[in-house]
């Protein structure tokens, strides 16, 4: 785990103050990264917002991680502002990451809203994956598709409202996929959205014994496992989401 001074290539808004991909050069962090780690970012130097705020590395490229982010409140709404050039004070790579899967295993990916971004980044280190699940509320919510044009995979969407893909809820397209998947060998679902989304992966996973990873996005304070304030109750006890976590066999966590 490093602290650095990041110089940020480019801040671009994907959508109208709504989603923007962060790109930041740093070497030692690009080079240490792993598919489902996370970095810790102070937005500015100013008191407020005093915590830093925690965000997946979304994809790297040689010196540069890119982080994707939505604005829901203060601390995402000044990084919004932040500009090409500026510094930021950085911390990571932190937490666990994904668990690569065996070659000899069906991968599929289940991503809501902007959970797609550390998705991103593990289809990045996969050999293949039959099928890639993105949900949101509507098309607004659809990100980072491109990122996986590598992989020739299906990428099937669902939008709440109907915009865009299939009427529901990403869950949905996972249900109706696995009992079509006809193979002997096993499958593996990584998914990283809203608890809700990742609860029903996880009751889903199970009905079909699928192993599955899910990512946690939740409240994190510290992120280096001191102050417990992400803590989660799991069939082991209570678990730290940034330091134990973010990523947890679905199987562990209780619901
Ligand atoms: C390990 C991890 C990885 C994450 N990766 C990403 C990412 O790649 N892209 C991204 O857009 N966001 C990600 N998040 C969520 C992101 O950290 C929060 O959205 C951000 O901290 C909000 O800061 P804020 O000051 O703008 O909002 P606040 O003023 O703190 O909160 C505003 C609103 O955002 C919601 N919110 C705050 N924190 C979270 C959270 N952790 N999860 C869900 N909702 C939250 C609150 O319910 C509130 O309604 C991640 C969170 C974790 C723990």
């Known amino acids: 785990m490093l602290q650095v001074k990041a110089r940020i290539i480019e801040n671009k808004e994907l959508l109208p103050e709504t989603y923007y991909r962060l790109s930041l050069k740093t070497p030692p962090i690009a080079r240490l990264a792993k598919p489902g780690q996370f970095v810790h970012l102070r937005v500015n130097e100013k008191i407020f917002p005093l915590l830093r705020r925690p965000f997946s590395i979304h994809s790297v490229h040689k010196e540069n991680i890119q982080i994707l982010y939505k604005v829901t409140g203060a601390g995402t709404g000044i990084l919004s502002r932040r500009k090409k050039d500026e510094l930021l004070d950085v911390i990571g790579p932190l937490g666990n990451g994904y668990r690569l899967p065996d070659k000899r295993t069906k991968v599929i990916l289940v991503a809501g809203g902007a959970g ?140």
Request: proline share 4%.
């Open 116 to 255: 797609v971004a550390s998705l991103c980044f593990l289809s990045q280190r996969l050999a293949s994956c039959p099928a890639v699940l993105i949900g949101g509320r509507s098309k607004r919510d659809i990100l980072g598709r491109d990122k996986f044009k590598r992989l020739k995979t299906k990428i099937k969407i669902s939008t709440e409202d109907g915009s865009l893909g299939k009427k529901g809820l990403v869950t949905d397209l996972l249900q109706e996929l696995l009992p079509t998947l006809h193979s002997p060998l096993p499958t593996v679902i990584y998914a990283c959205g809203p608890m809700k989304m990742l609860k029903e992966t996880a009751k889903i996973a199970e009905r079909h014994r699928a192993l599955c990873y899910v990512s946690l996005e939740e409240f994190i304070v510290c992120g280096v496992g001191a102050c417990q304030g992400c803590a989660v109750r799991t069939k082991n006890g209570y678990k730290r989401v940034c330091k134990d976590g973010p990523v947890f066999d679905s199987k562990e966590i209780i619901w």
